[in-house]
């Protein structure tokens, strides 16, 4: 079982439509980030978040629009998202920000009508 | 830019039977080399390599880095429907404005018949 814990598990929305994503984890991980995952493809690095700040921002739309309330949590806002936007978007975490040993939650899967 | 092959693409094989599978990079500044298997939804971390030569072992799985050769093989012995999954390799970036980046390759998936 993950220790990473995303929600919601599916979703469905339209282009106008504004949804977050949601993303949890207690193991006192510092570092957070996003992925987007299409289908047969593997994992591509959005955003990291570390101490709760942003030190990457792999270039991604800002229809995505990423927050870190506290060291816990990891939100992606999305607002006027395409159908090509339609994806599984993963989050993880790990201990430090250089990445090693990413704990990855199950991830939501995001269809955009 | 970083870029992480894996090979094969996909692989069929029947319980018992012994795989590897192939992971070669090109990175700037490389950290570490990791392994993941996804199966459904979340990948799960398998092994973490950072130095040559030395074989990581968990089970019937297996791993080993060459950083001369720029590749790590993962292999699984007396394979099971289980192992069914993709398997993803992926590099760390230590360097510059890519630090702390990690990038995967395509991935293999492995499909294991009873």
């Known amino acids: 079982d993950t220790e990473v814990t995303q929600t919601p598990k599916h979703l469905v929305m339209g282009m106008t439509n504004k949804k977050s994503l949601k993303c949890e984890q207690h193991?006192?991980?510092?570092?957070m980030y996003w992925y987007k995952q299409k289908a047969k493809k593997p994992p591509e690095l959005m955003f990291v978040?570390?101490?709760?700040?942003?030190?990457i921002n792999e270039s991604v739309p800002s229809r995505f629009s990423p927050e870190c309330p506290n060291s816990s949590l990891l939100n992606l806002h999305l607002h006027a998202l395409q159908p090509e936007d339609s994806a599984l978007y993963l989050c993880a975490s790990s201990a430090r920000e250089n990445g090693e040993k990413l704990f990855f939650g199950s991830g939501t899967q995001l269809s955009v009508l | 830019e970083d870029k992480v092959v894996q090979s094969p693409l996909s692989l069929v094989v029947h319980e018992g039977d012994t795989v590897t599978l192939n992971c070669s990079y090109e990175?700037?500044?490389?950290?570490?080399l990791l392994w993941y298997k996804q199966e459904k939804k979340a990948p799960t971390f398998l092994f973490m390599l950072?130095?040559?030569?030395i074989e990581k072992k968990s089970g019937r799985l297996s791993s080993i880095l060459d950083k001369k050769e720029l590749f790590s093989i993962l292999n699984i012995t007396a394979t099971q429907t289980g192992d069914s999954a993709i398997y993803l390799c992926a590099v760390l970036n230590a360097g510059g404005t890519s630090y702390g980046k990690l990038t995967f390759g395509q991935g293999t998936i492995l499909t294991v018949h009873p």
């Open positions: 193991m006192g991980h510092r570092a």
């Open positions: 978040y570390s101490y709760e700040k942003l030190s």
């Open positions: 990175v700037t500044n490389f950290r570490s």
């Open positions: 950072t130095s040559s030569g």
